[in-house]
């Protein structure tokens, strides 16, 4: 009899921690699941809609989708900013470059570049702009310093000239001409 009670008793201990350890690799595997993409609206410096942005969590990183449309025809300037905050006119509110390593500006920089950090948007003649590229310096997983859905959130912005790459702050790529919160 005793022999019979250790074997059941062992029995319904390995289905316990066998059970444990399904319920932790399920936790596990849906907190590695990537999440949903995000659109976000772009609006002008008066409230005006503009385009849209789409966010994907991608293995590398974050793959940035933009569709524009009504700009000057050229290169823009294209950054993650620190804060979900676009109020026009100038989207000062949106802070500056997400940068928590704490990084100059620019692709070409010799000290590094900002998370926010982006190539240049370019605009056709008639105004309109597409833009697909990944970013493997942003996340979107709300617990990593690099999130762009971090507290408070972050925000794209679009710069009325072309970013230089290596000019600090910004790449001397002038005024804020629109603005997108990502929360």
């Given amino acids: 009899m005793k022999a019979m009670k250790t074997i059941v008793t062992t029995s319904i201990m390995a289905l316990m ?25 772009l609006i002008g410096a008066s409230g005006q809609t503009v385009g849209t942005a789409k966010l994907t969590e991608v293995p590398e990183g974050v793959r940035l989708e933009v569709q524009v449309s009504g700009l000057k025809p050229g290169l823009h300037g294209l950054h ?51 833009f697909d590229a990944v970013s493997k310096s942003v996340v979107l997983q709300p617990d990593k310093p690099n999130s762009l859905l971090k507290p408070g959130g972050t925000s794209i912005i679009i710069h009325e000239m072309e970013d230089d790459y290596k000019t600090d702050p910004s790449g001397n790529s002038g005024k804020r001409i629109a603005c997108g919160a990502v929360k």
């Fill in 80 to 130: 993650f900013h620190e804060k979900a905050l676009c109020e026009g006119p100038t989207f000062d509110s949106s802070g500056a470059h997400l940068n928590p390593t704490q990084k100059q500006h620019g692709f070409n920089n010799p000290k590094g570049y900002h998370a926010g950090d982006l190539p240049n948007l370019v605009v056709d003649a008639q105004g309109n702009g597409k």
């Fill in 17 to 41: 921690l066998s059970g444990c350890q399904t319920a932790h690799q399920t936790t596990s595997a849906q907190a590695e699941a990537p999440s949903q993409p995000r659109i976000i609206n």
